[in-house]
């Protein structure tokens, strides 16, 4: 409890800045948002969705860093309980300097990570030899279910990986083929600057760019976010913000995924961010358009873009975000979401 609280006062003692991740984790849940933010407790692993676009991102904005980011796996990565189990292995090594060691040698952690996760703990000692005369207790057969060939392969991947992130050849061959159907669509490639403008000189093209506003007028906290994409058209006097998403849903279904993931806080972030960093612009009339560009599970590709009426709609709502995340932050409480900071009746 003493350690929570000397990183409590450590996080109240620096300038606060929300971003989209920030703002969703504290609404959906301020415990969550406490032990990764405060605490510092995070995990160690990514959603395979998130891999996916983070490649996508890399590959079609970030060229030439991939990389730097990315290891390639030759195989399939293990999925569900078996990744968590050769994640978890790793860290524990990883953090007691005993890299060296293979998954092989690691049977005592095996047993404990499973035993934690109550994972295989049915499988209990035979009570009869087998054909071949041999005994085996439930101990041997729970460390048999994780020393498989692919679970092998991806620790020692992870040992090899350095702070990359691993990605199996699948999903690298399923992200260039979607890179490469937004680079062949014309409208799309052109709002985000992927032809050749080199004769364009009233153009200019921000790819993966970090921008602040380090204090907000009203609330304690400013905010941050790193944008997609966003052009400047000084021709046409216009700020695009274009927002990759990639979905494992289809097209028709975008709509019910913004509201689920709450995609109108991030929109309305970036559009903010976008205004505190050209108001030169904004004052001489530059209009500002966001756009959601959106890649589904079938590699069909489409432009949302946000009406003035809806963003207007989401920006109301926005200070309602902002209210409760005040709350939270002056308050110091984070038990249960800001609406249940008052009684609410069914």
């Given at each position: ?23 969703t ?68 090594l ?9 998954l ?16 295989h ?28 060939e ?9 040992k ?8 199996d ?28 403008f ?5 153009l200019?093209?921000f ?9 907000h ?72 358009i ?10 069909q ?44 009746t069914?």
């Amino acid at each position: 409890m003493m350690t929570d609280l000397i990183k409590e006062q450590e996080y109240y003692s620096r300038p606060l800045l929300h971003s989209y991740s920030s703002l969703t984790r504290l609404l959906y849940s301020p415990q969550l948002y406490y032990k990764y933010y405060i605490l510092k407790e995070r995990e160690e692993t990514l959603q395979p969705s998130l891999v996916e676009g983070k490649v996508i991102h890399c590959l079609l904005l970030d060229n030439g860093t991939f990389n730097d980011q990315f290891v390639i796996s030759p195989g399939k990565l293990p999925e569900g309980n078996n990744k968590l189990v050769c994640d978890q292995i790793f860290k524990v090594l990883r953090d007691n300097n005993q890299l060296g060691l293979s998954l092989q040698e690691c049977n005592k952690e095996i047993l404990t990570i499973l035993k934690e996760i109550d994972l295989h703990q049915s499988l209990t000692d035979d009570k009869k030899a087998d054909p071949a005369g041999v005994k085996r207790t439930g101990d041997e057969k729970r460390i048999d279910k994780i020393l498989t060939e692919q679970n092998i392969s991806y620790f020692e991947y992870l040992k090899s990986k350095g702070n990359r992130i691993i990605v199996d050849q699948e999903t690298f061959e399923k992200c260039s083929e979607a890179v490469s159907v937004i680079r062949d669509h014309q409208e799309i490639a052109a709002m985000l600057g992927l032809e050749s403008f080199s004769n364009d000189d009233s153009l200019i093209v921000f790819n993966e760019k970090e921008l602040r506003m380090e204090t907000h007028p009203v609330y304690p906290f400013g905010l941050k976010g790193v944008l997609d994409n966003y052009a400047i058209d000084h021709t046409r006097k216009i700020i695009r913000i274009n927002d990759l998403k990639t979905t494992g849903k289809s097209l028709h279904e975008f709509r019910d995924s913004l509201e689920y993931f709450r995609y109108d806080i991030q929109a309305v972030i970036q559009k903010l961010l976008v205004t505190m960093n050209n108001l030169d612009l904004i004052k001489a009339g530059y209009q500002i358009i966001f756009t959601f560009v959106v890649i589904d599970k079938y590699q069909q590709l489409y432009p949302f873009e946000v009406s003035a009426s809806t963003m207007m709609e989401w920006e109301n709502k926005f200070e309602e975000v902002l209210k409760a995340a005040s709350w939270h932050y002056q308050e110091k409480r984070y038990e249960l979401p800001y609406e249940f900071s008052k009684k609410v009746t069914l």
